[in-house]
């Protein structure tokens, strides 16, 4: 096949087709370039989790500010509406781990003693299982639910009836 005239001067003029192709050097900048936008995106979300978690343990540290009445309507409600799905128990809380004197260390181990770890609104929530529901028969379960990268984490609160 015979070149066009076109094909055949710009073959003829040096650099004029290797302006299409970056250099290596070039490449590797871009990517590098790419690499840290990506890294900064990363550090950025990992910041805001960390506010976030920072602000939820904050809030979960501190007294839920309910009366005991209304802390009880709360249980019922949560209650009734299990039973009427047809439950026999029900999760009625997850927390962060840290929110135990030792991590949930003691939960993870069934220790005698473990809610003594507990600190903030899980503490709360057990009392509120002591005092009122207990004495009717309800069964609470505090135990590690998750474990990322193979350590115990998060730490869910379970009610029962049966």
Request: proline share 6%; net charge positive.
């Amino acid at each position: 096949m015979v070149k066009s005239a076109a094909a055949r001067a710009e073959s003829a003029v040096p650099g004029a087709s290797d302006d299409i192709l970056p250099s290596a050097n070039d490449v590797m900048r871009q990517v590098a370039e790419i690499e840290a936008k990506k890294a900064a995106d990363y550090l950025r979300k990992k910041k805001v989790e960390e506010t976030e978690k920072k602000a939820l343990l904050d809030q979960l540290s501190k007294p839920s500010g309910l009366s005991e009445e209304e802390k009880k309507k709360r249980a019922a409600a949560v209650i009734n509406r299990a039973v009427k799905n047809g439950l026999t128990e029900v999760q009625v809380h997850r927390f962060p781990k840290e929110l135990c004197t030792d991590f949930g260390r003691a939960i993870n181990q069934q220790e005698p003693g473990w809610e003594k770890t507990l600190t903030g609104l899980p503490r709360e929530m057990y009392q509120l299982w002591y005092d009122h529901l207990r004495p009717r028969g309800y069964k609470l379960r505090y135990q590690v639910v998750d474990f990322p990268g193979g350590v115990p984490g998060d730490i869910g609160i379970t009610l029962s009836w049966t």
